[in-house]
């Protein structure tokens, strides 16, 4: 080794020294002494693998001896590509063995790394298009805890990034390859140019393998791929953009439905055509409708969808069928229905318009013009799920926020014309779920105004008008007119005010006055709305109060009627002795300073409850109430004096229903005029006559309780009922009264169906023997059948013909029509469709 540290030097001087005389010699020198310096390096190369144990400070030195020798030969090779000779190599026959040493740059690292990431994305892409093209294998996409539509966006995603990593590619290619084209001298370019064609193929191959592959992907079928054994999909409809505007319905996932609802319904193309293909073979088809099951049927429109939903607004089970139109080789056009779903609404809402007409349209209900009030009730709704609790909530209007909850009524009122989608939420059935439907809300042909007044001082009120739906824009002319209601008379009459349909204005005096607006539109239309102001006596106090009485036979208090005791100022009494209770609802305004009093024929009263004070009137003399309101601070005060007046009736009479007074025919109820009195002592009830209502009547008999068996009125449709009891005494005095609770009678509920025992698919084939049987309750008179195929139909009587078979020789779709008589109940109709194949 020592020898090479002599060569380097020996060497390294004589290049320094000598002086070639011409390139040729100059070229065998160089020459000569390369295949020395390669000698050297591989002498010394094998020392170190020979001695892999030998001390670091010995290695560092060999390993200098190897970095000096690599220099002079590179430096050797210069000279020679400067003299021109080029067929050069360097060290070419060093091999690294066993315990040497080998760097990795980060070029390599970075190439390993990309290589791995790109056969892993490709891997990816291969999972999911298998998965896509077959749902089932490896536990679907549910195995891998994605839905489908996430892994058609993930293989879109992939796919893309594929196809920019490989555009990328080409573009390197493409570049390095022109740039040494252009900048290389003295070589062949060939592989250059071979460099070049590689980079655009690879452009053109990514972007067209690409596209073509992310066409593909676009193209699946969510719908098919996740639902491999169904023709058409069904959805509950919600409101129009929102984000769960359809919830799918599945047989796996039943929802308990409630009507009114919209139903969506969407085909399948890819399995529409399988189930073509095996149901039509080669017979073309030209159109597709869809039988609701309500009477409704609807066209198919787009590629997929139906022109509208089907709407359901009744409680019941709806078969849905698809209609198929399809024409022969030989150009018959034939239709075939094939039996798709049957809907099960299992509850409804009650829904009227308390102000205006409600109507159902082809997917909506109609209510109107505005303003209108609507009534919802979803008592049935609890009593058809056994739902345990009464939550529910109500949003009128669908603006976010909850218009009432936990109450199984709710009203709103709707101001502007347009379709509104209420929506309710039982959280009992679901916290997700909320059921709405479209509600049409239609315009008025005259402009609806409102009058608002808002108090200010005594008298003095502030009054502004409105118009629903920003209709006053159509007002050309307007008046406001002041009527005392007490006389009828026009007190004042103000037209086109300076502040608008703004204005303050004061009222003479105490008294109830009525507010008109008068106003004709841009084209002549004439309207007008008005309000009530009632104002209260010279004391700018605000009193509400109500009287309540009871009587011996009734010890409750209970609300007298407001309205003659306020105009007249007195209190009409029937009986005597009777307990009357005052009470306080609202004095405004009211503070520390405000002081009540009440007087019963000037002595005070002293109340029992705060705001409550009790009387007790024992004779027919008139007596008098006096309440009286003071506050010495402000200097206000009210008083107001009521008179009570005996009006003594001779016979007094009472009817009341004991127990139930709703329930299912035959329904006995119990009433009970019994409680009757007289006011005179020396007379007696002698007999009693009943009018139940229904048609039916008991004359003058003693009993003051009796009992009485309702039926429907199946004739006028009615089961609302009123009974009245006529009582007489033994001076010849007699009074009629009426109950205060209707009698109510419902339908008893009847069921008839149809089934096919032998075939319950309601398919079979010529020939097949098909047993029938019915499933009903009560107790029919007469049956009759008609099976569909021309025969007159057959008629039993009673329950001897509930079982029967049929065999047809021809094949074609039956419609079998079963009508069940009562005897004391309605007639009951039921109809199915039975489908014979050869």
């Not at 008005?530 to 106090?541: D, R």
Request: hydrophobic fraction near 35%.
């Amino acid at each position: 080794m020592a020898n090479n540290e002599s060569f380097l030097q020996q060497n390294t001087a004589a290049g320094a020294e000598i002086s070639h005389l011409n390139d040729d010699v100059k070229i065998k020198e160089i020459l000569s002494e390369q295949e020395k310096l390669q000698k050297l390096y591989n002498e010394v190369v094998a020392y170190i693998q020979q001695h892999s144990q030998m001390p670091t400070e010995e290695m560092i030195k060999y390993q200098t001896q190897l970095k000096q020798l690599s220099e002079y030969y590179q430096l050797n090779q210069q000279k020679l590509k400067t003299l021109g000779y080029s067929n050069v190599q360097v060290n070419k026959n060093v091999v690294l063995k066993q315990g040497a040493r080998k760097n990795i740059s980060i070029k390599t690292i970075l190439l390993g790394c990309g290589s791995i990431v790109f056969l892993f994305l490709l891997g990816l892409i291969f999972l999911f298009s298998y998965l896509l093209k077959n749902p089932q294998q490896l536990g679907g996409f549910a195995g891998l805890g994605i839905t489908a539509a996430v892994a058609k966006d993930l293989l879109s995603g992939l796919t893309l990034t594929v196809m920019i990593v490989v555009l990328l590619l080409g573009i390197v290619i493409l570049i390095i390859n022109v740039y040494k084209a252009f900048t290389k001298k003295n070589s062949s370019k060939l592989r250059y140019y071979a460099g070049i064609a590689l980079g655009f193929f690879i452009l053109i191959l990514a972007l067209v393998a690409g596209t073509n592959v992310l066409t593909r992907i676009k193209e699946i079928n969510l719908a098919a791929v996740t639902n491999p054994n169904e023709v058409v999909l069904f959805y509950l409809k919600g409101v129009p953009n929102e984000k769960n505007e359809f919830t799918q319905i599945t047989q796996e996932r039943p929802l308990p439905l409630i009507a009114p609802m919209n139903m969506t319904a969407r085909v399948i193309r890819p399995n529409f055509q399988k189930f073509t293909n095996i149901e039509l073979g080669s017979q073309k088809v030209t159109g597709l409708q869809l039988d609701c099951g309500n009477g409704s049927v609807i066209n198919l429109n787009q590629k997929t969808e139906f022109e509208r939903p089907c709407f359901y607004t009744k409680k019941g089970n709806y078969l849905t069928r698809l209609i198929i139109h399809y024409e022969t080789p030989n150009k018959e056009k034939k239709t075939v229905p094939y039996a798709l779903r049957q809907i099960v609404v299992g509850s409804e809402l009650v829904i009227q318009g308390l102000n205006k007409q409600l109507t159902g349209g082809q997917n909506e209900l109609v209510v109107g013009p505005l303003p209108a009030e609507v009534e919802f009730k979803a008592d049935r709704v609890f009593r058809d799920f056994n739902l345990s609790s009464y939550k529910v909530r109500w949003d009128g209007n669908n603006d976010g926020n909850e218009d009432k909850i936990d109450d199984a009524t709710f009203r709103f009122t709707y101001d502007e014309a347009k379709v509104y989608y209420p929506k309710i939420r039982f959280p009992e059935i679901s916290e997700e779920l909320t059921y709405t439907f479209p509600l049409r809300v239609e315009q008025s042909g005259i402009p609806v105004c409102k009058i608002e007044l808002s108090e200010k001082t005594v008298n003095n009120y502030d009054i502004s008008a409105s118009f629903f739906d920003d209709t006053e824009r159509f007002i050309s002319d307007y008046s406001f007119v002041f009527i005392d209601k007490a006389t009828g008379k026009v007190i004042d009459e103000i037209h086109n005010t300076d502040n608008g349909m703004e204005f303050p204005y004061a009222f003479p005096g105490k008294g109830t006055y009525i507010v008109r607006m008068n106003f004709i539109t841009t084209d002549d239309k004439k309207g007008s709305c008005e309000t009530e102001a009632k104002l209260l006596e010279k004391s700018s106090f605000n009193v509400n109060y109500e009287v309540h009485a009871s009587s011996p036979n009734d010890m409750t208090y209970k609300k007298m009627d407001m309205d003659p005791i306020l105009q007249k100022k007195t209190i009409a009494l029937p009986e005597i002795p009777t307990k009357l209770k005052l009470k306080l609802i609202k004095i405004e305004p009211k503070t520390f300073n405000t002081k009540v009093n009440v007087f019963l024929d000037d002595k005070p009263v002293v109340f029992t409850t705060e705001g409550e004070y009790l009387f007790d009137i024992t004779d027919a003399k008139q007596h008098k109430i006096k309440l009286q309101i003071q506050d010495k601070v402000r200097g206000l005060d009210y008083e107001e004096n009521l008179t009570t007046m005996i009006g003594l009736d001779d016979v007094i009479g009472k009817l009341q229903v004991i127990g139930d007074s709703v329930g299912f025919e035959p329904f006995e109820v119990t009433l009970d005029a019994s409680s009757s009195r007289l006011n005179d002592p020396a007379d007696q009830i002698t007999y009693f006559t009943w009018d139940f209502g229904d048609g039916q009547q008991q004359q003058k008999v003693s009993n003051g309780v009796i009992k009485h068996r309702y039926r429907f009125d199946y004739t006028k449709n009615n089961g609302t009922f009123k009974p009245k009891v006529t009582v007489y005494t033994q001076k010849g005095r007699s009074v009629t009264v009426e109950s205060s609770n209707l009698v109510v009678v419902k339908k008893q509920l009847i069921k008839l169906e149809i089934n096919p025992d032998s075939h319950p698919t309601q398919e079979a084939k010529i020939g097949d023997v098909v047993s029938f049987s019915l499933d009903f309750n009560g107790l029919p008179k007469k049956v009759s059948r008609d099976f569909g195929d021309g025969t007159p139909a057959h008629e039993c009587e009673g329950r001897t013909c509930t079982e029967m078979t049929k065999t047809r020789s021809k094949k074609g779709t039956y419609r079998i029509n079963v009508k069940m008589d009562f005897e004391d109940q309605q007639s009951i109709e039921q109809t199915m469709e039975f489908r014979i194949r050869e």
